[in-house]
């Protein structure tokens, strides 16, 4: 979005990685619940309330990050509780998106890692 409306590539990079970074740890947890039968495979309401805390913290700490990295100082973003609102009604897309990927893109790449070559 950074480079959609104009902003230096390295603003974008900033952006992508302090998201990736936090939303690719929480999937690995979520995965490892998956696999460790905490969370039922197929399940919209574990992955639901699983998402409604995990995605909005990961757009917190893309906030307080990326204003670290390019301001030099850390800050939460202006009204941060409707902010966490909002991040929280929107995680049940997110929770929709990746649960659908658990449960009809991973699954190929898994028997393709798990097959012998």
Do not use: D, N
């Not at 913290?57 to 966490?84: D, H, I, N, S, Y």
């Amino acid at each position: 979005m950074a480079l959609v409306v104009g902003q230096p590539w390295a603003w974008a990079v900033v952006a992508v990685v302090t998201l990736g970074v936090p939303l690719g740890l929480f999937g690995g947890m979520y995965s490892v619940l998956l696999a460790y039968g905490k969370v039922r495979r197929g399940g919209f309401a574990p992955a639901c309330l699983f998402w409604l805390f995990a995605f909005p913290l990961a757009r917190l700490l893309q906030e307080v990050l990326t204003r670290l990295v390019l301001l030099g100082e850390p800050g939460l973003p202006p009204k941060a509780w409707g902010f966490l609102a909002f991040q929280a009604i929107i995680s049940a897309g997110f929770a929709i998106g990746f649960l659908w990927l658990h449960e009809r893109i991973a699954p190929q790449s898994w028997r393709r890692v798990s097959s012998p070559a």
